[in-house]
Structure formats: C-alpha cells, structure tokens
C-alpha cells in the first residue's frame, strides 16, 4: 500500500468513528470467495474524503491532494456504495446501535415524514427538477424519513413539482417492505386526505396521522412530533453540499444526504461509547477507593 501524506480536517473520522463504521462497509473483493486484487487504497481515507467533500460542499475535482488518492478514485467508491445500497444498510445499523445504547428498541414503530425543497444547480437536468409554487423553488424535493429522534430511516429524492402524497405512496411502500414494524406515520397537512389515509392503512397497515398548525397561527410554529423532522433537515443542510442540489442523479442527491447522516450519527455514537467509558472508569475509582 502507498505511503500517503498526512492531513487533518474537522470532517475527519475518529478512531472510534472508524471502529463503529469499518465493519459495515463491504468485504473488499480480495477478501472474498471469488477473490480479486487488493485495494489500493486505504478504506478510512476513502471514507474520510468522501465526508470532506460532503461537509465542504466542494467539487470532486476540487478534493485536496493531500488526501493522496485520485479524485476519481473516491467518486468511483462513493457512487458504488450508492448504487449497491451500501448506505442504507449502514445507516440502519448505526440507527440501531444508538437505539440500544439510549435503551430503547433497537427498530422504529412510529416515524415522521416531511418534504424539503432546495434550488438545483444548472447541473441538474430539466428532467430531474421541477417548479414548487408553494415555495417558489425550482429545483428537486427531498421526501424524508426519521425515527422519534430524528435519525435516518428513509429517503427519496423527487423532482419539485412531485406533490408529497405521490412521492410518499413509493417511499411508504419500499419502508413497509423493508421495516414492516413501522405502523404509525405522523405527517403534515400535505399528506392529509381520507384517500391517502385509507391507502396507507389498508394496503401496509400503517396509519397516517396528520399534525395541523393551530388555527388562526401566523408565521413559524412548533408542532409536536413535526419539529423532529425539521431539525433533521437543518442537521443535512449543515453539510454544505446539500444546502442546494447539484447532483445529474437523483440516486447521487440521496447519497450525499445519507452521508451526511452518517458522519451525524458516527458522531453520536462515540460521544455515547465515550460517555459510558467515562462512567465506567469512574465506578471503579469509586470501587477502588
């Protein structure tokens, strides 16, 4: 293996980080029955690059080169992992872990949906954006999923004229073949109607219950269970590359959102293992003493 400059960069990951996500990744090929060469380059800096040019919301030709590895080169495993569904595999894992550790139950049986419009760049093609009027955005539509403490469930990336219940209809189906635990959707008032509602609980048994603005309420208000969701969304615009879409992909759009979770909940794991380390330590002075 190459020896490779050395860098730091607050988008970096820790030991820790690297020990809880290192195992999630796939078995490189070399590893494997069928066999293959070994990779040239090292998981972790690879790992460390892609997270670099999400957080920075730089260009891919734009990676610093003293990450020591072709730009090309991240791009190829960034959109592999994409493509594969290695993220979303990954991203159930970590939910999980930190599930456990904060002693609840390791999947989701309630979750929140909301939709997120965000201005394309001219990279993103006429046939993949759209024009929001109530928001007055041209651009794409991030349709998104999260547990009750904002995590990562589920995505999906639409053109911005996709009217929520359209796009919610293909994303609710693919999580009840992937999470059939899940039996409760609290939502908006773009996902209200009896229609909807009655799809949703005969077709995958899930119920759909609508949280509407207080009447009379002007401006911003904080809903119960809504603002969940909306944190979550202000947690991914946090990572610069998602603060506007420029993706040529849809597919390349959610990637960027998930990886910007993973580095969120990476994060969050090794404060809790810190945490409990900490604790640890101090039972047995307090033991010893």
């Known amino acids: ?62 990676l610093p080169a003293d990450f020591g590895i072709p730009w090309r080169t991240i791009f190829g495993y960034f959109a592999r992992w994409a493509k594969a569904g290695v993220l979303t595999g990954v ?35 006429s046939a993949t954006r759209g024009y929001d009027k109530r928001k007055d955005i041209n651009g794409r539509k991030r349709h998104l999923v999260v547990d009750q403490d904002g995590l990562f469930v589920d995505l999906l990336v639409t053109p911005a ?18 999470h059939p635990e899940i039996v409760l959707v609290w939502a908006d ?27 009379g309420a002007k401006g911003f208000v904080l809903l119960p ?3 969940v969701v909306e944190r979550s969304n202000s947690w991914t615009m ?13 597919s390349h759009a959610e990637a960027h959102i998930q990886w910007a979770f993973i580095t969120l909940m990476t994060r969050r794991l090794a404060r809790q293992y810190r945490r409990q380390a900490a604790v640890l330590a101090q039972e047995q ?5």
């Open 285 to 289: 002075l307090t033991a010893a003493a």
């Open 189 to 215: 008032n773009a996902y209200s109607g009896a229609e909807f509602a009655a799809w949703a609980q005969t077709t995958l048994d899930i119920t759909i219950k609508v949280v509407p603005r207080p009447d």
């Open 1 to 62: 293996m190459p020896s490779l400059p050395r860098y730091r960069y607050p988008s970096d990951l820790s030991d820790l980080e690297w020990a809880q996500l290192e195992g999630l990744l796939p078995t490189p090929a070399c590893q494997t029955t069928k066999g293959g060469a070994p990779e040239k380059w090292p998981r972790r800096r690879v790992v460390d690059a892609i997270r670099y040019i999400v957080d920075n919301g730089a260009k891919w030709r734009a």
């Open 91 to 125: 991203l159930d894992q970590l939910r999980r872990r930190i599930r456990l550790n904060s002693d609840r139950c390791p999947w989701p049986v309630r979750v929140i949906i909301d939709a997120q419009s965000v201005k394309g760049a001219e990279t993103v093609s």
């Open 238 to 250: 946090r990572a610069r590359r998602n603060a506007r879409d420029y993706e040529r992909l849809m």
């Open 225 to 227: 269970k809504r603002w």
């Open 161 to 178: 004229d996709v009217q929520e219940r359209a796009a919610a209809r293909i994303l609710l189906t693919r999580l009840h073949v992937a």
